[in-house]
């Protein structure tokens, strides 16, 4: 079931700032008829064997493969991101479908005999009927995919509603779901807004919501369907921090962090927009080096795959990071690079940025504390190793983190100590 509505949004080409489609945003009736297709899908998916449903995954995956420029194309059109980007997302979105063709083994259950006198026991792996998942406009076809393969080869049913920002790429995605066999009301998707998601979480037929987005968002998600007894996956905001020690090797670093924090225009939950340098002559050599980098960066229209990096999502959040950088000044942080005046010719109506590199910046000020998400790069400089850790603990994120060394110990005892859920090493 797609679901349909009259309320009507406009989708856009972020390289031109051009509306290129239209998205009908559900009403709660809409939902909940998804809703109800998939409950009625649910009794015989459940009881369709691992394997058959197996099967459904593997010609799903050659379907995908078959058509990725396609998917690729459209999700670069609609979120900007340059096309070896997207084509990145449509592999990881891929590595999740092939991994659920396994699902036969995956879902083995195990079995003890005499945990008592005569007494056998026994776990077994069931699904729990209908899911939803409420998806971020940064990874339209991976999340998704992410969220609804693993759910429907366990044998439950699914409703996404995708971002309203950026549908197109997952809607074909999942046209080709149904291509590969899948039965009428196991996954179901309806575009909307703030309506729609609250049906999703109160809705009593809807056992699980996954959710990736904002922290407030994910927050009020979490609370919402929780208090409505359902299972809650809410993944919030992230302001990532990478630690550049005196020992490591800069050109790795400006390297890596060029990546991490421009790729995908910033828009991305483990972008790295805060440098924590450890001492003054590691500060000034690396602000040095990735200055010269950042010169260089190509930004222009995502389907042309010469380009470093495209535009941001909407005219809003373009506005919404610029304002960041106004205010990174007004703080006192030294704006070394500014890429608030790019023009890119062809494209003067875009929503772009160039990439924009603060120095001197300090945990008092706002654009460290904020997830801005987007192409902007501040370095912190403290003088030792152990101030730099606190400084990313006393951090309200703590979604990744990473070291640039050369010290062994160094790196294991950031590994170990650091209070952060994901944690790199050069």
């Known amino acids: 079931y797609i679901g349909a509505g009259d309320r009507m949004q406009d989708v856009f080409d972020p390289a031109t700032g051009s509306v290129r489609t239209q998205v009908a945003l559900a ?15 649910f009794p015989a998916w459940r009881d369709t064997p691992p394997a058959k449903r197996a099967q459904i995954m593997f010609r ?8 990725s420029e396609e998917i690729d194309f459209l999700l670069t059109q609609e979120h900007g991101k340059v096309l070896n980007d997207a084509h990145g997302e449509f592999l990881r979105a891929l590595e999740v479908v092939e991994y659920m063709c396994g699902a036969p083994e995956l879902l083995k259950g195990e079995h003890t005999k005499n945990v008592g006198p005569a007494v056998d026991s026994w776990s077994e792996r069931q699904p729990l009927g209908v899911c939803a998942g409420i998806a971020p406009f940064n990874f339209p076809v991976m999340v998704p995919l992410w969220l609804i393969a693993p759910a429907i080869a366990c044998g439950n049913t699914f409703v996404l509603k995708p971002s309203e920002k950026d549908p197109s790429s997952v809607y074909r995605a999942l046209q080709l779901l149904k291509d590969a066999g899948l039965p009428d009301g196991v996954v179901n998707l309806v575009n909307g807004d703030k309506e729609a998601v609250d049906t999703l979480l109160k809705d009593p037929r809807v056992e699980a919501v996954s959710f990736v987005g904002s922290t407030p968002v994910a927050s009020y998600i979490y609370t919402t369907a929780s208090a409505a007894g359902k299972r809650v996956q809410a993944l919030g905001g992230a302001k990532n921090h990478a630690i550049i020690m005196p020992d490591a090797d800069l050109d790795n670093a400006v390297s890596a962090m060029m990546g991490a924090a421009f790729g995908s225009c910033g828009e991305r939950c483990m972008a790295v927009p805060v440098a924590v340098t450890v001492g003054d002559e590691v500060g000034d050599a690396f602000v040095k080096k990735i200055t010269t980098e950042i010169a260089k960066m190509k930004v222009g229209p995502g389907t042309d795959s010469s380009n470093n990096m495209g535009p941001l999502i909407t005219r809003e959040h373009l506005q919404k990071v610029k304002g960041y950088v106004d205010l990174g000044v007004q703080e006192g942080a030294e704006l070394v690079v500014d890429g608030r005046g790019l023009v890119v010719n062809g494209y003067e109506n875009g929503f772009f940025l160039g990439g924009c590199l603060f120095d001197k910046v300090t945990p008092n000020m706002k654009i460290y504390q904020d997830e801005i998400f987007g192409p902007v790069l501040m370095v912190v400089r403290v003088k030792t190793m152990q101030e730099a850790m606190d400084l990313i603990d006393a951090h309200q994120y703590g979604n990744g983190t990473c070291i640039f060394t050369r010290d062994g ?18």
């Open 60 to 67: 799903y995956k050659q379907l995908l493969e078959e058509h």
């Open 27 to 41: 009403t709660k009736a809409t939902v909940e008829t998804a809703i109800a297709a998939a409950e009625a899908a």
């Open 409 to 426: 110990e160094a790196a294991r005892y950031f590994s170990d100590r650091i209070k952060v859920g994901m944690v790199g090493v050069n």
